[in-house]
């Protein structure tokens, strides 16, 4: 007989899931084709449920009741666990593929498949415009971040270093 290794989580999406991640608390977010981003508790019990206006590519933690998403219309958004609300602080011209919360620099990092990697501050009033933003040689297919660097992978086989403290 074999041995469960897993308990599956209940109410999960109802579509494709394209990321999944842990908060410092034991809170897991998952984002999906079909427009939410699920927040459930350690056990796998379902939390809250956040549906926004395009599929969910990617998400992260800032805190255990704050969370950034990326979606397929561009937007990047922040999410309020507590109260549900949604928050667009910026938008790509393309999908975008990959979040990433710098807790040293207070930003929040998003790369797109139109070939630019943004750093976004969410204090700032919504639609602002990105606190800087980079070309990237291809589109963006992973992102990775330190407290003073990120490391984009895009298509062409490319991976680029940046430092975050210049």
């Known amino acids: 007989m074999a041995q469960q290794l897993g308990t599956a989580v209940t109410q999960p999406p109802t579509d494709g899931i394209t990321r999944i991640r842990w908060s410092s608390a034991g ?31 990617d998400g992260c933690y800032q805190d255990d009741t704050t969370a950034f998403v990326g979606q397929l219309d561009g937007t990047v958004s922040r999410l309020d666990v507590n109260t549900l609300q949604h928050i667009p602080i910026g938008t790509h011209t393309d999908g975008v593929k990959c979040t990433e919360w710098i807790e040293s620099k207070g930003l929040v990092a998003s790369a797109s498949w139109d070939c630019s990697l943004c750093y976004w501050d969410p204090r700032s009033p919504a639609h602002s415009g990105p606190v800087l933003q980079v070309p990237l040689p291809g589109k963006a297919y992973s992102l990775a971040v330190t407290n003073s660097h990120v490391i984009a992978a895009t298509s062409g086989r490319h991976v680029h270093i940046y430092n975050v403290n210049r």
């Open 27 to 57: 809170r897991l977010l998952a984002t999906s084709w079909d427009q939410t981003v699920r927040f459930y508790n350690y056990d796998g019990t379902p939390q809250a449920v956040v549906r926004v206006d395009a599929p969910v590519l």
